[in-house]
């Protein structure tokens, strides 16, 4: 059974950077066929993709973080990882990793981190 | 990136159905993509339902129950998901996805349904 965690800090200052890590426990990254996601939902709110990160480095990223998330994978930990910079009140949100698998036409994620809880604020 | 539009809010009785919707913006055509659902309960991460593109090309997520199920209106150009034989544990929010340009993919507001 696979399973994910999300962890970081639960709490970044405007303008800073935001980091967070998914750890992958029941399968290995590496192995290839999925993609590896983040998807966050402001409170009360609906979600939004953020990008994905294959085990190759490839990543693909929505148009309206595009310029301020880097999402990376360290295959030798079964992590990847999510940065977003310059960071707003609008980014407080839950953020969820999860994985990704291919269909023709699009992805579906079939598992989910928990979550985690990132605040912006001073 | 366009807008899916899900009702806010929906309702039914238990053992009734209820059919939630996703409307796609009238520049992309429903029958072109697929539609992907996910359930989401307070507390809790989304949950995969299922995807539908056509009767011969639609799968259900692992463990989902066949009562849960998809669709599409053409003439509407509005994504389906019809939930049979209403229990309260169904009573949750729902989710519709697609994927406009293959790599970016973009969520509905989500619809609360409650199970009177």
């Known amino acids: 059974q696979v399973q994910l965690q999300e962890s970081g800090p639960g709490l970044v200052k405007p303008s800073q950077t935001l980091s967070l890590t998914c750890t992958v426990s029941g399968g290995s990254i590496s192995s290839g066929g999925y993609y590896w996601s983040w998807i966050r939902q402001h409170p009360g709110k609906g979600l939004e993709w953020i990008g994905y990160i294959y085990y190759s480095g490839s990543t693909y990223y929505n148009p309206s973080l595009k310029s301020r998330v880097t999402i990376s994978v360290d295959t030798s930990k079964n992590q990847f990882s999510l940065k977003l910079s310059s960071v707003t009140a609008a980014d407080t949100a839950v953020y969820y990793c999860?994985?990704?698998?291919?269909?023709?036409?699009?992805?579906?994620?079939?598992?989910w981190g928990q979550g985690t809880l990132v605040t912006v604020s001073s | 990136q366009p807008v899916l539009t899900q009702p806010p809010s929906s309702s039914a009785s238990p053992g009734e159905s209820a059919r939630l919707t996703c409307t796609l913006p009238s520049d992309i055509n429903v029958g072109s993509y697929n539609i992907y659902w996910y359930q989401q309960k307070p507390g809790s991460p989304p949950r995969y339902l299922l995807y539908y593109y056509s009767d011969s090309d639609k799968g259900q997520g692992s463990g989902v129950p066949s009562r849960f199920s998809g669709s599409k209106d053409a003439s509407a150009n509005t994504g389906i998901l019809l939930i049979s034989g209403l229990q309260s544990e169904d009573e949750a929010d729902y989710y519709c996805?697609?994927?406009?340009?293959?790599?970016?993919?973009?969520f509905g507001g989500g619809t609360k349904l409650t199970v009177l």
């Open positions: 999860a994985r990704g698998t291919r269909l023709v036409g699009g992805y579906y994620f079939d598992y």
């Open positions: 996805m697609i994927w406009p340009s293959n790599a970016s993919g973009v």
